[in-house]
């Protein structure tokens, strides 16, 4: 069992950046693949990044490409979202997801065990 909680999210304008965290708690980080969903209102929950148990080859949005980095401290029990050069469409509320142990890298919502509660990152002028 992995329990996952999020922190980081808030109000910015434009071109700013935040840096979401998310703890885990449990047994058995190092060996869960990792990813960060985002679900604005009225929209599909998607996966912006993605990272495997192994940090290698992590999976990016097309449209989160350049601007964020996923990266996990598995000494920390934690996963990382670096948000750089926000912009309106940005807004949503993000949450982490684990999947594991040790299976193949996935960006499918349904295939995650284990979620967090979501924090809200509001992109406005």
């Known amino acids: 069992q992995v329990q996952l909680a999020e922190s980081g999210g808030g109000l910015v304008q434009p071109g700013d950046s935040l840096r979401l965290s998310c703890a885990a708690s449990?047994?058995?980080?190092?060996?869960?693949?990792m990813g960060w969903f985002r679900q604005a209102p009225g929209s599909e929950r998607e996966c912006v990044a993605a990272?495997?148990?192994?940090?290698?080859?992590?999976y990016y949005k097309e449209s989160v490409k350049g601007r964020f980095t996923i990266s996990r401290d598995d000494a920390k029990s934690t996963v990382y979202l670096q948000m750089d050069s926000l912009i309106l469409q940005d807004t949503a509320v993000y949450y982490c997801a684990a999947r594991g142990p040790r299976s193949p890298l996935e960006i499918r919502s349904d295939k995650y065990d284990y979620w967090g509660q979501g924090t809200q990152v509001t992109v406005s002028s």
């Open positions: 990272i495997s148990w192994r940090s290698n080859a992590p």
């Open positions: 449990g047994r058995g980080f190092s060996s869960y693949n």
